[in-house]
């Protein structure tokens, strides 16, 4: 089996140049059991499948490829940028389904790596740049994983029948690329080789103790942050200056 196409796709919302996009994509399959060679009585379905192809994502906000003007003094109050083109994404999948019993059993396994380039971003800018940033296709995320899935299908009589359907998914995400970061925003971060949004912070190492201070139960034995006090979550100084500060922080989940 296979299966080529080719989707082409315009869009306002890109400059001159930049409007139309093309994507596209194949798809192999190969029914095992159907094969001569191939003589398992038990199993009734075994396919193999890959595909590859790419989609584009035009969902951006609109007149993001022009300077906005505004109403009340006639000023460039926006940047635009006329070369941001589509997001695309890149995706890989390989698979295997399986059916045995007369399909009374079967599996559904799935492999995928999914990269999306070319993501818009706006870049942060020094003071000098008057009215900020302007949008750029500057970042990749990549995302592979897996999903299987089980399908146990079973009648007992001509009034009751029932179907177990448990599944497995796993996926990890990670920033392949990010022009101008890390973009740190309170307790979240985006940076090259992490998540999306992973946590951002502290350390933690325990709870602070009485004989984490002098006598008096106020003047800290080991770096803390002000105002904390036994009882308090003690953090690690991870820079060794003998203070907890914002050079402490770092990746902490995701």
Excluded: C
């Amino acid at each position: 089996l296979a299966e080529m196409s080719l989707r082409a796709d315009g869009s306002s919302k890109f400059g001159k140049g930049n409007k139309f996009g093309y994507f596209p994509s194949i798809a192999l399959g190969w029914n095992v059991h159907n094969e001569n060679f191939f003589n398992v009585s038990a199993i009734n379905n075994l396919k193999l499948r890959a595909s590859y192809g790419l989609l584009g994502n035009e969902n951006i906000g609109l007149y993001r490829y022009q300077n906005l003007i505004n109403t009340s003094n006639g000023v460039e109050s926006v940047w635009g940028n006329p070369d941001i083109s589509w997001e695309k994404v890149h995706i890989l999948d390989l698979g295997l389904d399986v059916g045995v019993f007369d399909n009374k059993l079967s599996l559904t396994f799935d492999y995928y790596d999914k990269i999306t380039k070319d993501v818009i971003l706006q870049p942060t800018v020094a003071p000098s740049g008057a009215i900020g940033s302007a949008p750029l296709n500057a970042g990749e995320v990549r995302n592979r994983g897996l999903e299987v899935s089980f399908n146990y299908n079973d009648r007992l009589n001509e009034n009751f029948s029932f179907s177990i359907r448990p599944g497995i998914t796993y996926n990890k995400n990670e920033i392949t690329r990010l022009t101008g970061g890390p973009y740190i925003s309170g307790i979240s971060i985006n940076e090259v080789g992490h998540s999306i949004q992973s946590q951002y912070g502290y350390v933690a190492n325990g709870i602070l103790q009485y004989s984490d201070f002098a006598d008096d139960k106020l003047t800290p034995l080991v770096p803390t942050l002000s105002g904390q006090g036994p009882g308090d979550i003690k953090y690690v100084d991870l820079n060794g200056d003998g203070a907890i500060n914002e050079d402490d922080e770092q990746v902490i989940g995701d």
